[in-house]
């Protein structure tokens, strides 16, 4: 009936301890980490490979591709490395998939030097300028696709998409669900946040990433078959599936990164609900961005995010009724009770520690190397 996935961007510090960005790292060092982790032929075609040929495994290179003149690809400025995982049935499968890519991918990137941290929005780097600047032939193709303008944004954050399907929905019903995602999407968030780093030091508030992109990016994606069944709105909401397995995806893109991949599921399960829910009546084609920024700053601080998380939780709770995944929100309700969110641990290292890098190097330790036992146990 469901079927889930997820994308997971990656950030990295060097063999010197610095973050790893377009700043210090090419897409060369980047690439002969992919260049050692397997293909799966059976990946595909569910896993789309794109025009560039970026996209050949089940990770690779997130960037800014450069172009000639023309449509040829001269080069892609890279910000990390994307983990995606192939679809499932389960949650648990999704869950399962990622950990096991994640640990894979540290392995081999710890031959080159390189250590993965959780990074949502990069602590250094408020804004991305594409040096040399852009040709005429760029400039066109970014005008073309306003999603694409906001470049300067996403070569700066790094957050995962959370996919969702269910069967036999309706294009009509597809996009509603879009809608309500994207309306709850304030109250939706606040479980991931973790950027609470800005140009070097702390922000003031729990999830810059939220703070900067929304309004500017997508909350929720849904992808249609064919043209006419486009919403227009900027930032999008609709957009044309490009291989036929993105048919009725949802695409839920407004959470920080996770280092703890339990959280993933719960929002996978807490989505799941939302989609079964019939009685939640707020409906939005693009995101609040002023209430998404009082999310952003004050998470479950706020007496209205609480709340309405509270209320989306229980929701979620009595849609899903017997169904196993029930038990995947349990992590959600702790953050919930305890008001603390990634951010919250991050500024306590930092505070401590006074320095980032230290900090980021406490991250992803303990999370997703407990979900490794557990899957090979």
Same mark, same amino acid.
């Given at each position: ?272 609900? @939302?989609?079964?829910?019939? &009685?939640?009546?707020?409906?939005? %084609?693009?995101?609040?961005? *002023? +209430?998404?920024? !009082?999310? #952003? ?38 953050? @919930?009770?305890?008001?603390? &969110?990634?951010?919250?641990?991050? %500024?306590?290292?930092?505070? *401590? +520690?006074?320095? !980032?890098? #230290? ?19």
């Amino acid at each position: 009936m469901f079927c889930f996935g997820i994308e997971h961007e990656v950030a990295f510090l060097n063999d010197q301890g610095k973050f790893a960005d377009f700043h210090n790292t090419k897409f060369a060092d980047f690439q002969q980490i992919v260049d050692k982790l397997p293909i799966y032929p059976t990946d595909y075609p569910q896993l789309r490979v794109g025009d560039a040929g970026i996209k050949k495994k089940r990770w690779y290179i997130e960037g800014f591709e450069r172009f000639s003149d023309s449509e040829e690809v001269i080069d892609c400025v890279a910000k990390g490395i994307e983990i995606r995982t192939t679809i499932h049935s389960t949650i648990q499968g999704a869950i399962d998939e990622l950990t096991a890519s994640f640990v894979l991918l540290s392995d081999v990137a710890a031959n080159f030097g390189l250590s993965p941290v959780l990074a949502s929005f990069n602590p250094y780097t408020c804004v991305f300028k594409p040096q040399p600047p852009l040709n005429d032939f760029e400039i066109r193709q970014l005008q073309a696709y306003p999603d694409e303008q906001t470049a300067h944004i996403y070569m700066v954050s790094y957050g995962p998409d959370l996919n969702i399907s269910m069967a036999n929905l309706s294009t009509e019903r597809l996009i509603d669900i879009g809608k309500k995602l994207t309306y709850y999407s304030p109250y939706i968030i606040p479980f991931s946040y973790s950027s609470p780093f800005y140009n070097g030091g702390l922000w003031a508030g729990l999830s810059v990433r939220t703070f900067i992109r929304t309004g500017k990016r997508s909350a929720t994606l849904v992808f249609v078959e064919t043209a006419e069944e486009l919403i227009k709105s900027v930032p999008s909401l609709t957009k044309i599936a490009r291989i036929p397995s993105e048919v009725g995806r949802i695409e839920f893109k407004a959470c920080d990164s996770c280092d703890n991949f339990a959280i993933y599921a719960g929002l996978l399960a807490l989505l799941k609900g @939302l989609v079964l829910d019939e &009685t939640l009546p707020g409906r939005a %084609i693009i995101p609040d961005a *002023n +209430l998404h920024q !009082i999310s #952003a700053k004050y998470g479950f601080e706020n007496e209205d995010i609480f709340l309405n998380s509270t209320k989306i939780l229980q929701v979620a709770e009595i849609a899903l009724k017997d169904d196993p995944d029930l038990e995947f929100l349990t992590p959600l309700k702790v953050i @919930l009770s305890e008001k603390k &969110t990634k951010s919250h641990e991050l %500024i306590k290292l930092f505070q *401590n +520690l006074g320095s !980032i890098e #230290a900090t980021l190097k406490k991250t992803y330790i303990a999370g997703v190397r407990t979900q490794e036992s557990g899957i090979r146990s």
